[in-house]
């Protein structure tokens, strides 16, 4: 490290430690110089004891010969981040916060003197997300707002100059006038967020505050607003169970009527709808009630408002979700503007994810809409109002033409609800694309935000009267709450929700502060990132730490400690981006963080891939993957079936993820594509290549299985990926058998579950993707009641041969076991919410129980018992063709459902045994992959242990590319490092 010191002597005699002369438990202090060695050094106490130690103090001004800090830290603020690296990203946040102060304006009225975030208490709700942090006087606007609820339960919405003709535009009794004040308040009828928007208000004024005294008298109109909300007929369809609104743009406050611009009254000529965004902005009001009453010891009535939410959401969702997205408005008798409302993509989506509406698959799906849309837009940013906008105008066409204003600006408000969605759902790298943008859009502002900005030329619309704070507010909350990962789980920060994403960015050292400056309440962060491993050394008042800390790309944990001392951790999946989950209580101000890192060897992807690469073969029909290299004959199969290509061109998907290389991508989509055109007229795909060759369930499932996780990795051609799929999975759903198994192949009436499995996986993935996911969750239900009924007393389940005696001879009990766990856990982890899902979970620990007892010392997963069920039961075997790969997934599984060590050092081991066992010759074409089986007592591949199918099969002589090396590499690479890999492949 290069210290640069510019202070002189004469400076440096005067850093004086205690100049203040007092006298303590040890009397006078002795005035002393530090050394100027000390400078821009880290204090060794926070680095005593630490396996990561941090390399750099902060702030700094200079470090190692580059400016990564301003002349008295300008950047900082709560909140506010200082870097080892440069300044951008911190004055970022100094731009979004000076943006919200100068919003900043006080109101008097009525002998008060009220600050507002504007005077709408829609935008000063909405800004709250950021003046929360450093505000002094939180809550006279909610104070005023609650002290005039109407009687019905309602608020009124803005306090307005009297010369602001807003109040002309409703009905008397929607107005209070001030006239000594010159002011009214007034609520604009055609409105239905207000209710909703003032319960998110108080709730962070409580959370910064717990002034319980407050929320106890305040309870009841929260509640009696909410209720209005959902039984007055201007705001409520008891017959959808939905809140409704005038026909209007999203949230917005006029409707497309002539006279929609200056009448914002409902009145029985309105035409109404409903739209999503009040109703998810409704669901998390009545779970914030939950919160308000569980705080005040009303258990009952916060389970009343839990059981009304999840209703709520239950009925938007079987009314307003097109299967991607929310469809914009539902008319209400009476025709819809156009033809296009089920495609139109508005700015409460991004809201509804936020507010906890969606599930994980549906919080992707409206992520990937948008990342679609950036790459087919001509606007230069997805970060639409409304997309696409009412042609010709919503209205007057001199009022609100398409592409103006909220008919189709892009604006910051939806660039920061997407980039904090974006971080919650695994689209982490996109959420930092996104601030990224922003911060390039702002310096070429001068630092500023705008409100709307035109869809093509970049410039700010309304940059004068537009809300702009808005739109800052929601772009500092994603990075607080998004990248940062500070979330306020009680009150002032007693417990701590920590979900930092810092490894997308460039930053591998940092200090991020936050907080709430009411109340002198910081959290104060420290990280550093190093091959090692990572650390967050984080200081707050939390006494209970909740940790959901997202690990670098290709990298999994072998160890996490917490002040020291190792704790129980584990790693789950947010779609493919890997999390390190633990909890901890009975802090005391400090929560030191260090994970260890755990990484696979490179050379091994390196080498398999470079074998799957030569496995490419060109044919008239395409690129295609040939099945397998059989190593006594010295020659390749030709046999080109679907689900070994898939699951090899997912591998060179993910080469592509982790190097960035084109070739992996192009192979990738053009075995996707040959792929394709191998289908049968009915959805299904034929054993090989060839239409007479039978249609077995097991290559059936796989192929969308992976098709649909090449979706989770392509994404620009998601949607491609996943109409594939879905054909597919149909296909899987017409040949379902009523005792709820799947046939092993055309015509066969042999019931088994290991293909039952096979299916049960592919269908609970796509459950996700489908309109109907109700369709797949019975499908998939009775599939499993149907496993459950072939699983033997001890915990195995019965194999095909058994099933069917004489057939599939030469697959492992080892392979129908890890397939049945692997289809259960898929089940649990796609359909969470379903209510077999305790009964689903005993089925697989059941499976689990007896598999554990197959783990060798090696890591491997041996082919059974010894207890001759059938000719592959052979325990000093482990068979890396119908095996590993699986046996990895189970364990995988069991590892993101449960987070149990046991499961987890079960995969670390399978993983080193793969690491440690590949196959070298002198023949380049079964060089560096994996073999068939393995002799684990004599340490070889001796290939007269087994001999599968007379020699066809399986066993040690042949190499396969699907099923065995293309699965098992893939696998590994989601665990290797990024750069290691890159300097391989």
């Known amino acids: 490290m290069k210290t640069v010191h510019i202070l002189s002597f004469f400076t440096s005699l005067l850093l004086i430690a205690g100049c203040s002369g007092g006298k303590g438990p040890a009397g006078d202090r002795e005035a002393r110089a530090l050394p100027l060695n000390t400078l821009s050094t880290v204090p060794e106490n926070i680095n005593k004891g630490s396996v990561i130690p941090f390399e750099h103090a902060l702030p700094s001004h200079d470090l190692e010969g580059r400016n990564n800090g301003t002349y008295n830290n300008v950047e900082l603020a709560i909140p506010g981040v200082l870097t080892t690296q ?484 584990r790693e789950v999946l947010v779609a493919e981006s890997r999390y390190v989950d633990f909890s901890a209580g009975g802090l005391h101000g400090r929560a030191d963080i260090e994970i260890l890192f755990s990484k696979p060897s490179a050379e091994t992807v390196d080498s398999v891939v470079s074998w799957l690469e030569r496995s490419v073969d060109t044919t008239s029909s395409g690129i295609f993957v040939r099945e397998r290299y059989d190593m006594d004959s010295k020659q390749w199969i030709s046999l080109y079936r679907p689900d070994c290509n898939i699951e090899t061109a997912y591998a060179f998907l993910q080469c592509w993820r982790l190097t960035g290389k084109e070739k992996y991508l192009s192979l990738a989509r053009e075995i996707f594509h040959s792929v394709s055109g191998m289908r049968n007229p009915d959805g299904s795909f034929p054993f090989a290549d060839r239409k007479d060759l039978h249609v077995y369930t097991n290559d059936n499932s796989e192929v969308p299985i992976f098709i649909m996780r090449m979706a989770e990795t392509d994404t620009t051609n998601a949607s491609e990926y996943i109409s594939a799929a879905l054909e597919s999975t149909s296909f899987l759903l017409q040949i379902q058998n009523e005792d709820g198994s799947w046939r092993v192949v055309d015509n066969d009436t042999s019931r088994t579950a290991m293909f039952t499995a096979h299916a049960v996986a592919a269908l609970a993935m796509a459950a996700r993707y489908s309109v109907k996911p109700e369709e797949y969750l019975a499908a998939v239900t009775r599939g499993i009641a149907f496993i459950g009924s072939r699983i033997l007393p001890e915990g195995r389940v019965r194999t095909c041969c058994e099933e069917h005696p004489g057939t599939e001879y030469w697959r492992p009990p080892s392979s129908d076991q890890a397939i049945c766990i692997r289809g259960i856990a898929m089940a649990e982890y796609y359909l969470g919410d379903a209510p077999q899902r305790k009964e689903w979970r005993r089925l697989r620990h059941k499976l689990t129980s007896w598999m554990d007892a197959l783990i060798d010392p090696s890591g491997a997963l041996r082919n059974g018992k010894g207890e001759g069920i059938n000719g592959a039961d052979i325990p000093g075997l482990t068979d890396n063709v119908y095996t590993t790969a699986f046996g990895m997934e189970a364990y995988h599984w069991n590892w993101l459902l449960d987070g149990r060590k046991k499961d987890f050092e079960a995969l670390k081991g399978m993983i080193a045994f793969c690491n440690g066992n590949l196959w070298h010759s002198d023949d380049p074409d079964a060089d560096g992959v994996f073999r068939g089986a393995y002799n684990l007592e004599d340490g070889n591949w001796d290939s007269s242990r087994l001999v599968l199918n007379s020699g066809k099969e399986g066993g040690s002589s042949m190499i396969y590319t699907g099923w065995a090396n293309a699965p098992i590499v893939s696998l590994l690479m989601l665990t290797s490092f990024k750069k290691d890999f890159e300097s391989n492949a």
């Open 86 to 569: 440069d300044t951008d990203l911190g004055m970022m946040m100094k731009w979004l916060r000076d943006n919200v102060q100068s919003g900043r304006h006080t109101v008097f009225v009525d002998g008060e003197a009220i600050p507002v975030y504007k005077n709408w208490i829609r935008d000063h709700v909405h800004t709250m997300k950021a003046f929360r942090h450093w505000e002094h006087n939180l809550r006279s606007y909610l104070d005023f707002t609650l002290a005039h609820q109407r009687p019905d339960g309602s608020f009124y919405e803005l306090i307005k100059q009297m010369d602001d003709m807003h109040w002309a535009y409703v009905a008397e009794d929607d107005i209070i006038f001030f006239p000594e004040d010159n002011l009214y308040l007034a609520r604009l009828d055609i409105e239905s967020d207000i209710e909703y928007l003032v319960v998110e208000g108080a709730a962070e004024y409580y959370k910064a505050t717990a002034d319980r005294k407050w929320l106890r008298h305040n309870l009841p109109k929260l509640e009696k607003g909410i209720e209005y909300s959902t039984s007055h007929p201007k705001r409520w369809d008891p017959e959808l169970g939905l809140v409704k609104r005038a026909y209007t743009i999203d949230t917005w406050d006029f409707t497309y009527e002539k006279t929609g611009i200056i009448d914002r009254r409902i009145t029985p000529e309105t035409p109404m709808a409903v739209m999503h965004g009040d109703n998810s902005g409704v669901f998390q009001a009545m779970n914030l009630l939950a919160w308000m009453n569980e705080e005040l010891g009303h258990g009952a009535k916060a389970r009343q408002w839990s059981r009304k939410a999840l209703e709520l959401q239950k009925n938007a969702f079987r009314h307003l979700w097109n299967g991607k997205y929310f469809t914009h408005q539902l008319p209400l008798g009476c025709p819809p503007i156009d033809d296009k409302e089920g495609v139109r993509l508005t700015l409460s989506n991004t809201y509804d994810i936020n507010r906890g509406f969606t599930t994980l698959g549906q919080s992707r799906s409206i992520v990937e809409e948008y990342m679609h849309r950036r790459d087919t837009t001509t606007a230069f940013a997805e970060w639409f109002t409304i997309d696409p906008p009412y042609e010709p105008c919503f209205g007057e066409v001199t009022v609100h033409p398409a592409n103006t204003y909220i008919n189709g600006c892009i604006t910051s408000f939806t660039a920061g609800e997407l980039a904090k969605a974006a971080f919650s759902c695994g689209y982490e790298a996109y959420g930092w694309d996104i601030l990224h943008r922003l911060y390039e859009q702002m310096v070429e502002d001068g630092g500023n935000i705008y409100f709307l900005y035109n869809r093509f030329s970049k410039k700010p619309e309304d940059a004068k009267v537009g809300p702009a704070a808005w739109g800052a507010a929601a772009v500092l909350s994603a990075i607080d709450e998004g990248l940062a990962g500070i979330q306020d789980l009680d009150c002032r920060y007693r417990s701590l929700g920590f979900s930092p994403r810092w490894p997308v960015t460039p930053y591998k050292e940092l200090r991020y502060f936050s907080g709430y400056e009411i109340n002198g309440d910081v959290v104060d962060v420290r990280y550093i990132l190093t091959e090692k491993g990572m650390r967050y050394c984080v200081d707050s008042p939390a006494r209970d730490i909740l940790s959901h800390i997202l690990l670098p790309e290709g990298v999994t944990a072998s160890e996490v400690l917490l002040n020291g001392k190792p704790v129980e951790f």
